[in-house]
């Protein structure tokens, strides 16, 4: 049976949900009965007491009391009822956005490509029966069966030769890795096999194929099971590398890197599969997808410019939210590709900001900052920088287990707003 | 059967078309219970066709080893005279349709998988007229349904899985063959591969070529087992002599028929030498005698196998291989020619080819203001 989620239905058929419009019925009464004439018996029995003893036990609810709660959910005051049109506006319930996870969105984008394109098909360990180790491709195997969706053994080097060489022969697959970190037993297919080989055949061999699983920290994993790969694949020519933060990015990125002719490394995150986003109805398409190479401005700001990839991308966000308070803007750039970077979009927000932070999950030397550095420096970005680009980075050492020394591992919020005061010398 | 065989002979003279029937030495089996047949039929337009393709080879390879002296080919260059019974061989016993994988030692499969003897000495020497343009060298050239030319041992066994598990998903009645030599067979991602490809029952013709010696490494220095036809384990095997090229047809054919009929993958080792050492740095004499490989040459070689076999049965006359020995030298002659003065790839080609079907990008150069262009 499928699973589909009450928000998905209403989503789908733009229902609100029934509380809210519960909610806005009840304001809209009262509004109409604060306008009324004086002496109406509505407004009467709004403050009425009802005379003689009171009942055992809790009192009841009032219609005002509930009002009450509903005016502070809603953020109205009862001065405001006055204006028939802006209370009408402002007590009006919209159907939410659909909330989609990351984990959804990227089985629902795998699941359309399947669809579309019958040379389309998953392999990896526990993808099949198992629904994923992570359940990123559960219902699919019920769907398309053992042809198209493949439970391979233990064999990395083994089973991502095979799939390169499926992709050489004209299929599109999918190559599914536990974490990235088992990926490094088959680093030689994904770079001397399939990266390299549309350069050295002179443009006579494709490799159509994805490589995609989870990549860096999860939580008390410990050291063999959290590295960041981002900057080990970013660094060679050949391959495409993208990092999807929210659900949009998972769906359109994966898509584009399905239908791409091209080795793509879709770097993913086991912390984000859980966490839902809002989803555009033009996101939901199943013709969605974003550009590789392109970066996205979350959110606009004057002073400071964080950049960043992943999972971080929310840490800037949440910072942001703060330093907001404080009355610094900060502007949010999602690099969304890690390669080929989009250098151009950091570069204009720079020189409208004059401040550049980068912040990565993955380790300082020769890392994804590292690179943004050395790109700002030689671009034009460079005459418009009031302070050395800032890097912020995880920490130089393979990942503790204990929760206390993994928290300090990598980036905390309070290590970006420390870092944009340092950087605007605050 | 005596006298149909006299009855086709003398057919045959008046057709202008001679057969001679050949017995050669069984194969050992692993697994199997039946093994390819012990005799075959030569026609004289096949013979002629495999002595030519062989003696092409053959001289091609040699001809490279003079540019590599003459320092017109530089890198890596590993020759394949003395195996050239197995690709010939392979090649015969398969479709064109058929798809085929194999390491560094690449050159004879580039042959016989259809690329043209100027293409090939031109990729040598790195000339635009190259069959990869130049860019890949003597370990990375590909044509229609070869796929290389790979330089990492043992990293072209699971992409010939992967070739394979293609036929068996479009359901085309290809098969694939996946060489390998017998260094690599040491390597952790063949068994990997064998065993998925028997998981799944991949049509896959796993060949081991044994010349007896991984670089510098004999077999039995290297491998606890040199009986390469048995380490596929659950996978059937047999040992086939690769020094005869219709052995090799025939026990390619048998391979081809078993995997075409949905039993799964099986594993050939083809027994075989080469005259070279592993590649033009290496001068092949010291970890093997002059002896050995002068025994080899007069006793075992394929071309000269094949002439004598010709020449006994009457398919052919000493005049008629030495017309055609004449003619090879012509062709390569030109091919080497054109090689050495055909102009290198223009600069302007240095960063195309990165990505396939994509729009045009840049690319940085060696310094940041330099700003190259790519196009695919």
């Not at chain 1, 970190?181 to 399939?194: E, G, P």
């Not at chain 2, 337009?45 to 003459?70: I, N, P, S, V």
């Not at chain 2, 003597?138 to 044509?143: I, R």
Request: aromatic letters at 8%; one cysteine or more.
């Amino acid at each position: 049976m499928d699973k589909i989620r009450n928000e998905q239905i209403r989503g789908t058929v733009k229902v609100e949900q029934f509380g809210d419009k519960a909610r806005e019925a009840r304001l809209r009464w009262f509004g109409r009965v604060l306008r009324r004439n004086r002496g109406y018996i509505g407004q009467r029995m709004l403050e009425m007491e009802l005379p003689g003893r009171r009942r055992r036990g809790r009192p009841q609810r009032r219609f005002m009391d509930v009002v009450k709660v509903d005016m502070e959910m809603v953020g109205v005051k009862v001065e405001e009822a006055v204006d028939r049109a802006r209370w009408r506006q402002m007590i009006h319930c919209d159907f939410q956005l659909l909330q989609v996870t990351v984990r959804d969105a990227l089985n629902q984008a795998m699941d359309e490509e399947l669809e579309r394109d019958e040379r389309v098909f998953l392999l990896g360990e526990e993808v099949a029966q198992y629904d994923g180790a992570y359940k990123v491709s559960r219902g699919l195997w019920k769907k398309y069966g053992d042809k198209r969706i493949i439970d391979t053994p233990i064999s990395e080097m083994g089973f991502a030769g095979i799939a390169v060489g499926a992709a050489m022969a004209g299929l599109r697959p999918i190559c599914e890795f536990m974490t990235f970190n088992f990926s490094m037993q088959a680093i030689d297919q994904v770079i001397n096999s399939a990266a390299k080989t549309c350069y050295m055949s002179a443009g006579l061999q494709a490799v159509p194929i994805v490589f995609r699983g989870p990549n860096g920290a999860s939580a008390g994993v410990a050291a063999q099971h959290s590295q960041c790969f981002a900057a080990w694949y970013g660094h060679c020519p050949g391959l495409k590398v993208v990092s999807p933060w929210n659900s949009e990015d998972a769906r359109g990125l994966l898509k584009s890197a399905i239908r791409d002719d091209n080795p793509v490394v879709v770097l993913e995150n086991e912390l984000m599969y859980g966490v839902a986003f809002e989803v555009s109805e033009q996101g939901l398409s199943k013709d969605f997808t974003i550009p590789i190479g392109k970066a996205k401005v979350e959110r606009p700001g004057n002073h400071v410019t964080l950049v960043s990839h992943s999972r971080m991308v929310g840490h800037c966000l949440d910072a942001a939210a703060v330093l907001a308070k404080e009355g610094i803007e900060c502007e949010v750039i999602n690099l969304r590709t890690i390669r080929p970077l989009d250098v151009e979009t950091i570069e204009a927000s720079v020189v409208k900001t004059n401040h550049l932070i980068t912040v990565e999950g993955g380790w300082p030397q020769f890392g994804v900052g590292a690179e943004i550095c050395a790109r700002i420096m030689e671009g034009p970005a460079f005459n418009y920088l009031d302070a050395p680009v800032i890097r912020v980075t995880g920490v130089d050492i393979p990942m503790p287990y204990a929760k206390i020394l993994e928290d300090n591992s990598t980036p905390q919020i309070k290590d970006i707003i420390f870092s944009v005061k340092k950087t605007l010398n605050m | 059967y005596e006298n149909l065989m006299t009855v086709l002979k003398n057919i045959s003279i008046v057709f202008n078309l001679l057969l001679c029937t050949h017995p050669f030495k069984k194969c050992e089996l692993h697994r199997l219970d039946q093994g390819p047949p012990t005799q075959a039929l030569l026609t004289r337009e096949q013979g002629l066709k495999y002595y030519r393709t062989m003696q092409t080879m053959r001289r091609m390879e040699l001809k490279a080893d003079q540019l590599y002296k003459q320092k017109i080919i530089r890198g890596f260059c590993h020759l394949y005279d003395g195996q050239e019974a197995c690709a010939v061989g392979i090649e015969a016993g398969i479709n064109p349709s058929d798809h085929l994988i194999t390491a560094y030692r690449a050159h004879g499969y580039t042959y016989t998988r259809g690329v043209s003897v100027k293409e090939i000495l031109a990729e040598l020497t790195g000339r635009r007229g190259g069959v990869a343009k130049g860019k890949g060298g003597s370990m990375h050239m590909y044509a229609k349904h070869f796929y290389g030319g790979n330089g990492i041992v043992g990293a072209q066994v699971p992409l010939g899985a992967g070739l394979a598990l293609a036929c068996q998903y479009k359901g085309n009645n290809e098969v694939c063959v996946t060489l390998y030599g017998d260094g690599a067979a040491n390597q952790g991602q063949i068994f990997e591969s064998f065993n998925m490809a028997a998981l799944w029952k991949l049509p896959c013709i796993f060949i081991c070529e044994n010349n007896k010696y991984g670089m510098g490494t004999s077999v039995e220095r290297a491998s606890a087992s040199t009986d390469y036809f048995k380490r596929g384990d659950f996978i059937p095997g047999l040992k086939v002599d690769g020094m005869d090229v219709l052995t090799v047809r025939e026990a390619t054919k048998f391979a081809a028929d078993y995997c075409r009929s949905g039993k799964g993958p099986i594993l050939m080792e083809l027994e075989t030498y080469r005259y070279h050492g592993h590649s033009m740095s290496d001068p092949g004499v010291s970890y093997r005698t002059r002896e050995e490989i002068q025994e080899v040459r007069s006793k075992s070689d394929p071309i000269s196998m094949l002439k004598d076999r010709m020449i006994s049965n009457n398919m052919a006359s000493l005049e008629e291989i030495k017309e055609i020995d004449v003619e090879i030298r012509k062709e390569i002659e030109e091919a080497a020619q054109f090689a050495t003065s055909d102009p290198e790839p223009p600069l302007e080609e240095l960063c195309n080819h990165i990505f396939y079907n994509e729009p045009p990008m840049e690319v940085r150069g060696t310094n940041p203001w330099s700003k190259l262009k790519s196009i695919s």
